[in-house]
């Protein structure tokens, strides 16, 4: 099976989730024009998450990734909106190596 039919987009095309410097509207542009979209998850409390979900949910009907760093524990609100708004892809990222 292709990526593309895995994910149900229509361009081998992930865009990279960049917290802080984009949210929703980045998302929904890119899964309108055929790519996974990424929404960075990472600064978002479990509102501001419901908040954006809800804008994608609006934006777009197709495919879209929340991205999460898994270096703090997601608090049951947080999951509880993923799961709610149904993302077709979910990233979790630990980070790189301590810095000394």
């Avoid at 899964?31 to 929404?39: E, M, R, V, Y």
């Amino acid at each position: 099976m292709s990526l593309k039919a895995l994910l149900g987009i229509d361009l081998p095309i992930i865009q990279a989730p960049m917290a802080g410097a984009q949210g929703s509207a980045m998302a929904i542009a890119v899964s309108n024009a055929g790519g996974l979209g990424s929404l960075p998850c990472a600064m978002l409390d479990a509102d501001g998450l419901r908040r954006e979900l809800a804008t994608i949910r609006q934006g777009t009907t197709r495919p879209f990734n929340v991205n999460f760093f898994c270096h703090r524990r997601l608090d049951d609100r947080q999951v509880d909106a993923q799961q709610r708004f149904q993302a077709h892809v979910g990233g979790l990222h630990s980070g790189g190596p301590a810095l000394e």
